[in-house]
Nanobody, 121 residues
């Protein structure tokens, strides 16, 4: 059984930094793209950043230059380093991982429960 769990959320002052972590646990054959999404109150969920198994990165325009996504495949973990945080970054941040359970299985997308990031003074 695969589980995806995020951590690192909390209250941050404007201009501050925060690092989110997301770990996929359980038996798997391979983990392909991992991504971070966010959903603010009254808004739709949006992609923040994603990283493929070979390290290709994608960022939302609103976070380019401020956020950095990285991964540690030995730990099945993806990180989101968030700098210069603004009130507009306040949201629930969720992680997903695209996982193949065996060599012959399909790839499935697993989601974490999310972690709240609040940017406020």
């Amino acid at each position: 059984q695969v589980q995806v769990v995020e951590s690192g959320g909390g209250l941050v002052q404007p201009g501050g930094s925060r690092r989110l972590s997301c770990t996929a646990s359980g038996s798997s054959y391979s983990i392909n793209t991992m991504g971070w999404y966010r959903q603010a109150p009254g808004k739709e969920r949006e992609l923040v950043a994603a990283i493929t198994s070979i390290g290709s990165r994608t960022y939302a325009d609103s976070v380019k230059g401020r956020f950095t996504i990285s991964r540690d495949d030995a730990k099945n973990t993806v990180y989101l380093q968030m700098n210069s945080l603004q009130a507009e970054d306040t949201a629930i941040y969720s992680c997903n991982a695209n996982i193949r359970l065996s060599r012959r299985s399909n790839e499935w997308t697993y989601w974490g429960q999310g972690t709240q990031v609040t940017v406020s003074s």
